[in-house]
């Protein structure tokens, strides 16, 4: 017959030695998978560390930002990218309308202020007219936009837009001239009509 035993007494098998407030605590240990898990999880975050913020093999986190940089570039600009900055990168812009029109944007984003949003002119000059100041040519086009001019009265862009939205930007001003919108007084002089836009082998990818 199995041991009865008397009320309140505490059976002692299993039981810590101690007792707190008449509370006895089991002897049950963490398994010992789980503190494998544990130390793994540590040696983990070591070799992770070391690997990650030390290692040549591991691109730093500016590399990968300029990494990703480059391949959205890549993907919204492939067609015009792979002409070098000046006169024919502009005109293969110009003869393509969706490039004019993201031109069109990059200049809405950054030149309304002095030029007004349809060019026609308020601290800058009126760029629908024939007259220039600073610009002789297509690629004192790209000049000016890229190193300002007039002592920053036209301020630099290069450190706010990229190469090729510079090329947008200056091929969209281009394409103003000689629309002649009401505005600000011609200013600077005459110069050479630009050359015409080159509308072969670049295929502009379709919206969607």
């Not at 049950?28 to 030390?54: D, E, K, R, T």
Request: proline residues 7%; contains cysteine.
């Amino acid at each position: 017959m199995a041991e009865e035993h008397a009320p309140g007494a505490q059976h002692d098998e299993g039981l810590e030695g101690h007792c707190y407030d008449g509370i006895q605590e089991y002897d049950n240990p963490i398994p010992g998978w789980w503190h494998a898990i544990f130390y793994l999880c540590v040696l983990f975050s070591v070799c992770y560390a070391v690997f990650v913020h030390m290692s040549p093999l591991w691109p730093t986190r500016e590399q990968r930002y300029v990494t990703a940089e480059t391949r959205a570039l890549d993907a919204q600009f492939a067609e015009i990218r792979q002409y070098p900055m000046g006169e024919e990168k502009v005109l293969r812009i110009m003869g393509q309308q969706k490039w004019i029109e993201m031109g069109a944007s990059v200049f809405e984003g950054n030149c309304v202020l002095c030029h007004k949003a349809d060019g026609s002119g308020d601290i800058g000059v009126n760029m629908t007219d024939e007259y220039y100041k600073n610009v002789t040519d297509l690629d004192g086009v790209i000049e000016v936009i890229t190193n300002g001019a007039a002592d920053g009265a036209m301020p630099s862009h290069k450190t706010i837009l990229n190469e090729n939205e510079i090329a947008l930007v200056a091929a969209y001003v281009a394409s103003l001239r000689g629309t002649n919108l009401p505005g600000k007084e011609p200013e600077g002089e005459l110069i050479p009509p630009f050359p015409e836009p080159i509308t072969d082998d670049v295929e502009v990818p379709s919206e969607g």
